[in-house]
């Protein structure tokens, strides 16, 4: 079903709920021939493409069954080479470990016309869902986004980011929580810097969970907590309303 020049549109889908997708991002949509999208998108979002849209789902829960990026780059450009309206929906924001300088990287190389919608990235979601201010005049001044993935970790320079008077926000984070507060504390930071978990930001069954770096690794284990999930590391923490949020576990006490 070609209307023309096929081009490519990378779409940021925000951290769950349809309701945080941007104008853009819905009237994109409703122009698409061809949705390829993360695992996670929302049935909801991806009903906003045309019934006749084709959808194609690239990468699983947790990254089983990931079609390799390069295999995504090389469908965007035969699908648009196609003269189709290319979707490329992804969680969050397309330019926050997203992998979508790969994917303009690939179109522009190819010659495919591409354009890039922002979305709201989980950090940014996730924080105004429990009303924690990433930045706050007396508690924090700057805030970092840090990937928490396995590979690398102990190599990356992460100095100066947590501490006083700023806010440390650690995406894909869960599988090397004891890791990572064991580098931080490493680097400085007190072991009892408060940590906030949030679990599926946004999403049904969203939790909430505040505890101290020392403890990070043992809460993670002893909530249970899945996928995706992020932790944000500061003072700025003792603000959030994690208590407004059903499943809210105080992990304070049983320090
Ligand atoms: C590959 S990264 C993609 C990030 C995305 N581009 C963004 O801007 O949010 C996936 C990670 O984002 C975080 N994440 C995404 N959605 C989330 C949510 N609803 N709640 C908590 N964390 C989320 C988790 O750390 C997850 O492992």
Same mark, same amino acid.
């Given at each position: ?13 925000g ?12 009237r994109v949509?409703g122009?698409?021939d061809v949705?390829?999208?993360?695992? @996670?998108?929302d049935?909801?979002?991806l009903?906003l493409?045309? %019934? %006749? ?5 690239v &990468? ?7 079609? =390799? ?9 035969? !699908? ?7 979707v490329?929906? !992804? ?8 992998? /979508? ?5 690939a ?6 016309p591409?354009?890039?919608?922002p979305?709201i #990235?989980?950090?940014?979601?996730c ?7 990433l930045?706050?005049r007396?508690?924090?001044? %700057?805030? #970092? ?7 690398g970790?102990?190599?990356q ?5 947590a501490? =006083?008077?700023?806010t ?15 580098k931080l504390? &490493? ?5 009892d810097? =408060?940590?906030?978990? @949030? ?13 101290? @770096?020392?403890?990070l690794? #043992? %809460? ?6 899945? #996928?995706?999930?992020?932790?944000v590391?500061?003072?700025?923490? /003792?603000?959030?309303?994690a ?5 809210l576990?105080? @992990?304070?006490?049983?320090?």
């Open positions: 079903m070609s209307r023309g020049a096929g081009r490519v549109i990378l779409v940021g889908a951290p769950g709920d349809p309701e945080l997708l941007t104008v853009r991002a819905v949509l122009d698409a949705v390829v999208h993360d695992g @996670l998108i049935p909801r979002v009903d493409a045309p %019934a %006749a849209a084709e959808r194609i789902p &990468a699983k829960r947790r990254d089983r069954h990931t079609l =390799p990026q390069e295999a995504i780059s090389a469908l965007l450009v035969a !699908k648009a080479r196609a003269g189709l309206v290319v490329r929906l !992804k969680g969050g924001d397309p330019f926050v470990f997203g992998r /979508g300088g790969e994917e303009v990287a179109c522009t190389a190819a010659g495919i591409v354009e890039v919608v979305g #990235s989980a950090a940014l979601g924080a105004a869902e429990v009303q924690l201010p930045t706050h007396e508690l924090a001044s %700057a805030v #970092s986004f840090v990937a928490g993935t396995c590979q970790l102990r190599e320079d992460w100095q100066g980011l501490g =006083p008077g700023r440390l926000v650690v995406y894909m984070g869960l599988a090397t929580a004891g890791a990572i507060a064991e504390m &490493a680097d400085g930071v007190s072991p810097m =408060p940590v906030l978990i @949030l679990e599926r930001g946004t999403c049904a069954g969203a939790r909430a969970m505040r505890t101290i @770096l020392v403890d690794g #043992s %809460a993670v284990e002893r909530a249970g907590v899945q #996928s995706p999930a992020l932790l590391v500061g003072r700025v923490v /003792g603000l959030a309303r208590e407004d949020l059903l499943g576990r105080a @992990l304070e006490a049983a320090l």
